[in-house]
Structures are given as C-alpha cells and as structure tokens.
C-alpha cells in the first residue's frame, strides 16, 4: 500500500510527467480509429520501377556481336570450367582440411596433458591454413590449363605463371 502512495506521490510531482493521461486498454477497444489517406504517398506514374516504358536516356544495345568484340567474349569450354573446378575444390579443401585437423590435434594434446600447447600456435595454424585456403581460390583458377586440348601439370606451376601474363595482358590491352 505504501509503494502505491509513494507512486502516486511520485507522479504528481515529476517534471517529465506526461500532460495527457494514458488511455485505459478497454477504452481503446471501443474507439475508431480515423480511416486513412492515401493522398500524400501515392507512386506517380512514371516512377522509377513503375512505367512500362524505359526512361528516354536509357538505349538498348544491339543484340548483334560486333566481331571485333568476339575475343573479348569467348567461352570457356566446358572441360577447362571441369578442371578449374577440380582444381579449386583441392586448392582450398586441402588447406582447410590442414587447418581443422591441427586444431584437433592441438585439442588432444591440451586434453590429455602432453603438452601446453601456447595459444599463439594455434592461431598461427589457423592464419596460414585459412588462409592458405583463400589463395587457393585464386591458383585453383590460373593453375588450369586454359587450353582445351592440354591438360597441364599436377601442380599447375607453369600454368601459373603463362595464365598470370596473359590476365595482365587482356587488363592492359581493355584499358587502352
């Protein structure tokens, strides 16, 4: 009884205190609620995302290939996507798979009390072998042969560095 004194106490004299009572729930009930406008939000019509018609500064390109861009547009044959695939699937899998085994491996050993294994060589595992794994997006892509008819080394070091020049070439060549 005292606590709704002491509310009540507390009301009267706050300086944040509401100038308006808040409406008791079941009178809200019964009130209606005015009906709404749609006068001040309304899309016009030719909005952006609403016209049938493309706005006047946007043209169509023509659907024909000019043949002097044909080489800037080839294909990648279906065999070289394959092995491109392969080869990142394994560029990135392996090095993952190295880093999971290591914190399993360091896990044992904490367990187990054979070691204190220092917190920084896990973390040092993890940042090479995730990382490792990041790159390998990246070689598993230029290590292929992007030669239909030759399939390349294990290890894809000579694609590296000839796929490596020919990317930059095609850079330099667009931009010029």
Sequence with gaps: MRTLIFHSHLSQSSPWKLKTSAPHPTSLQNQTLPKRTHHHIQPHANSKGFGNNPPATMK?????????????????????????????VAA??????T???????FQYIKERNLWDVPVWLPFL???????TSAVGIAYGALSTSWDAEKKG???????????????WREEDEGSS
């Design 60 to 88: 169509e390109k023509p659907t024909s290939k000019n043949p002097k861009n044909d080489d800037d547009d080839e294909e990648i044959p279906q065999v070289v996507t394959e092995r491109m695939l392969v080869r990142i």
């Design 92 to 97: 990135v899998g392996l090095p993952l798979a």
């Design 99 to 105: 880093g999971i085994a290591f914190l399993n491996v």
């Design 125 to 131: 595992t993890t940042l090479l072998t995730f990382g």
């Design 153 to 167: 080394s294990l290890l894809g070091f000579e694609e590296v560095q000839k796929n490596w020049v020919d990317m």
